[in-house]
């Protein structure tokens, strides 16, 4: 592990590739090549193995890789090693779906609590999490010892929860509100916002009815 | 536009500029260099030149980009100089959630139906726009000229939900649910994972606590 330059690009498509290698694990595939691995996740073979190329050797020549060790290389990379516990502010409908996701609990991330100032939604259970008032932030985050928090309310309460967040002590913050945050250096943010997938689909559709 | 070779980072990153190109022509400015648009989105200088320069040669040396034509430009390679109408099939907490979220009428994609098999939930209105049963898919698509679908069902349901898309003729599909969907060739698919945002976050954080 010499550098931190990778490119987002080979997050992401390592994040497939584990995705990819469970399904044939379940299979009960032992061993795998680039090009399999390649095929099954649509990129391409020399795309695979720069991927993995970052992060040391794997895999033998001729032979492909143990899907396996390979699996448990890349989930150490991502930080799935672990579980995840994560909180959520906004008990609307995106807080909502999102603790209902079942993508979460898949890949190591805990839903732990989520959070909103709407009385008639506090002490609730939503899939079975509680909803707590924004004031027990800090004593979830502790006892639960949350470094995740999702940001999932309307944009104009975005940075008063990023604050509260921070307070509590957070480390990572994914914000889903369509606003950008002042959140100090040494948190991670990470900004979805939804209009961009759509974005790379026009753009694609406007190359195939041939844009002038 | 001699070649469809682009790379989707690219993409997402001229989105990321069109959407600072509105908020400095807000402001009220009026010609902008790389460097500008650089910092205020957090790249390099040079990939924002080398961004621009797939698309050939906007600005002029020394003296930068008119804001506005720059950003004229750059919707027009994303499509987006045409409103899109867009279908949603699924009207749970995570339908419900997309069909409110402003971020998609600021660039353009009006959600002009949704649609469920839920009896209970057909002839109601979200954010002003009506729950359709999927039997009126065909006749929604057409009467609004629809291209683009989003599919925000469970798993189990996505398949089908895809088979009716294309029946109706969408050329492109937004998929929320957790699973690989087989779409025939001249549709574009794209797979929304809510996980992999976390396993940007995760992949970080694992770095700055020194992984092993």
């Known amino acids: 592990m010499k550098t931190l330059k990778i490119p987002e690009a080979t997050i992401i498509r390592l994040s ?4 990819y290698l469970s399904q044939v694990d379940r299979r009960g595939v032992t061993t795998i090549s680039s ?10 073979p020399a795309q695979v193995r720069k991927d993995l190329a970052y992060f040391g050797e794997f895999g033998t020549r001729g ?7 390979l699996q448990r290389h890349i989930l150490k990379i991502l930080g799935l090693n672990y579980s995840w516990p994560v909180v959520i502010v906004g008990a609307g409908h995106l807080g909502t ?3 209902m996701y079942g993508g979460f609990r898949e890949r190591g991330f805990r839903v732990v609590g989520i959070f909103d100032n709407d009385p008639h939604k506090i002490g609730y259970k ?14 979830v985050v502790e006892q639960e010892r949350a470094l ?3 940001i999932a309310v309307p944009s104009d309460a975005a940075q008063e929860v990023a604050n509260s967040l921070v307070g509590a002590g957070l480390k990572a913050i994914l914000n889903f509100a369509p606003r950008v945050l002042n959140i100090p250096d040494d948190v991670e943010v990470r900004n979805v916002d939804m209009a961009v997938n759509l974005e790379i689909l026009t753009f694609n559709l406007g190359f195939k009815r041939g844009r002038e």
């Not at 497939?16 to 995705?19: A, D, P, T």
């Open 126 to 139: 939503l899939n079975g999490i509680e909803v707590f008032p924004m004031s027990e932030m800090a004593r």
């Open 97 to 99: 779906a999102l603790c």
């Open 63 to 69: 032979v492909g890789y143990n899907v396996k060790d």
């Open 35 to 44: 090009g399999e691995i390649a095929e099954g996740v649509g990129v391409s």
């Open 16 to 19: 497939v590739y584990s995705r």
């Open 148 to 150: 995740i928090g999702i």
